[in-house]
Nanobody, 115 residues
Framework: QVRLVESGGGLVQPGGSLRLSCAAS????????MGWYRQAPGKQRELVTN???????NYADSVKGRFTISRDNAKNTVYLQMNSLKPEDTAVYYCNCYYNARDYWGQGTQVTVSS
């Protein structure tokens, strides 16, 4: 069983920055692909970015150059640094862990970009 706990969401003005964290329980973190998804009101959940166990990363076109994913295997934590935030980044952000053909999800954290 994997438990994921996100933190770091909040309200920020356009152009601002936030850093999300996701702490994972269990001993499979370093073997897992970790990702961040988001879901805006009335829209489907979409992949924002992910990072594989070897460190390779993948980003949605809409966040390339603004968001950075990283992981600290010693702390079982994955981070999402979000810069130059836009109103369209407003959504609930979910942490995801993919291991052994199973998906695990956090409870989500709200990010609101508004002046």
């Amino acid at each position: 069983q994997v438990r994921l706990v996100e933190s770091g969401g909040g309200l920020v003005q356009p152009g601002g920055s936030l850093r999300l964290s996701c702490a994972a329980s269990g001993n499979i973190f370093r073997l897992s692909a970790m990702g961040w998804y988001r879901q805006a009101p009335g829209k489907q959940r979409e992949l924002v970015t992910n990072i594989f166990s070897g460190g390779a990363t993948n980003y949605a076109d809409s966040v390339k150059g603004r968001f950075t994913i990283s992981r600290d295997n010693a702390k079982n934590t994955v981070y999402l640094q979000m810069n130059s935030l836009k109103p369209e980044d407003t959504a609930v952000y979910y942490c995801n862990c993919y291991y052994n053909a199973r998906d695990y999800w956090g409870q989500g954290t709200q990010v609101t970009v508004s002046s």
